[in-house]
């Protein structure tokens, strides 16, 4: 049976599922032997702050103060961000820790691949992702590559200098952007460079002290040209196409950066995958954001429609749609205690599967259940 099969079957309520959470980290933690810290974001979810943001810089800070070890592994999950606030995190962790690793279970794009350059040790398997750091602006209302931008206005020059005239098409183009656009897109491009290349130095590197082919002495500046030609390719729009491609273990270990590829322990494996697989369960609710220790937790979640105060709530109500008939079912989830059933609703059921009342199909209700628990902090108390 799969990890994710088994879980369902377990049929977790939301305390459950963050106690199973913990019981992983954990595991993770004693096998690793240092202490574990998640910074992770739904990717699905749209509409909420996902990113990476400085809100996020004081709930960091504070799951970081939960923890006293010297060494640790970031588990890292995120579609990106603010390249600043990352740099912020990083030198956060770096303060406080001699060695930082950072476990990839499933994709950390853009200013996560900025993060993940800077541990000590990078943990993948072959499913996980890094994605291109090319710096993105908006432009005319429309996201761009900073580097596609700035090799669209080479080429315009190029052809003005052969040809010497301006093609009349250019001119609204040109003419929406100001000396400064251009600038701040190069800045751009040059902060995820530099970023890059002095964290892969100053940390991935610093224990590459002899060449693998040679046993030669591995010089500062060879370690300096290393980073550059890493950060080069990882900076490349022209290499990657779109901002959202995934780059794997073997992109980067062509690019001759060392990755740690954890399936290859078979009980870090298990404990990864077994997180990862209640983080993605977790985020089935309406949480969008996790930063955890094996002992604490700040989540982040939208409100649930109807339920204005979550300390007063004492019943929240849910509408679900039977999938095959579309016949819509009332639900009453009672919050702690019993509470009197409202007109037109049904109780909720105790294996949290709702029969139809039109045509039978049963319909699970486990994920609704969990939202309202994450929601109202409290338990749905079935009849």
């Given amino acids: 049976m799969g990890i994710y099969s088994e879980y369902l079957e377990r049929n977790f309520d939301f305390d459950g599922l963050t106690a199973e959470r913990k019981i ?11 202490d ?16 990476i943001d400085y809100s996020d810089l004081l709930a960091f ?6 923890l006293a070890g010297k060494e640790i592994d970031v ?15 990083v030198r956060m962790l770096h303060d406080k820790y001699e060695e930082v690793g950072f476990i990839i279970p499933g994709w950390a794009k853009s200013a996560g691949t900025i993060m993940a350059m800077a541990g000590d040790d990078i ?5 996980s992702a890094l994605g291109p750091i090319d710096a993105q602006l908006q432009f005319q209302g429309k996201q761009f590559s900073a580097e596609a931008l700035r090799e669209g206005m080479e080429k315009i020059k190029k052809e003005v200098a052969d040809t010497g005239a301006l093609n009349k098409a250019y001119i609204p183009i040109l003419q929406g952007i100001s000396p400064g656009e251009l600038q701040n897109a190069e800045n751009a491009l040059n902060f995820a460079k530099e970023l890059v290349k002095g964290w892969l130095t100053e940390f991935k590197f610093k224990n590459w002290n002899s060449h693998a082919s040679s046993g030669n002495p591995v010089t500062e500046d060879e370690k300096l040209d290393r980073a550059k ?28 950066l060392k990755i740690t590829d954890f399936s290859k322990a078979p009980d870090l494996s298990d404990a990864i995958r077994r997180y990862h697989t209640l983080l993605r369960m977790t985020f089935a609710t309406n949480i969008y954001k996790v930063i955890e220790t ?9 409100p649930m429609q109807g339920v204005v ?32 059933l409202e007109d037109g609703a049904a109780s909720w059921p105790k294996d949290n599967r709702l029969k139809c009342e039109s045509c039978g199909t049963e319909v699970d209700v486990s994920d609704a259940r969990r939202q309202i628990e994450a929601t109202t902090k409290k338990r749905v108390i079935a009849e």
């Fill in 24 to 34: 992983q980290l954990a595991r993770i933690s004693e096998l690793r032997g240092r």
């Fill in 75 to 89: 588990i890292l999950e995120t579609p990106g961000g603010s390249g600043e606030v990352a740099e912020d995190l």
């Fill in 229 to 256: 030609e890493i950060a080069d390719v990882l900076c490349s729009h022209s290499r990657w196409l779109t901002h959202g491609r995934s780059i794997k273990i073997t992109d980067l270990e062509a690019m001759r």
């Fill in 36 to 51: 574990v810290l998640v910074y992770a974001a739904d990717l699905e979810k749209s509409g909420v702050p996902t990113s």
């Fill in 309 to 340: 105060d979550n300390s007063q709530a004492a019943r929240a109500h849910v509408d679900i749609i039977c999938p095959k008939c579309g016949k819509p079912h009332k639900l009453q989830a009672n919050l702690d205690s019993a509470q009197p």
């Fill in 61 to 66: 800070q504070d799951q970081l103060s939960e």
């Fill in 123 to 127: 943990l993948m398997e072959p499913g």
């Fill in 294 to 302: 094996p002992t604490s937790q700040i989540m982040r979640f939208i």
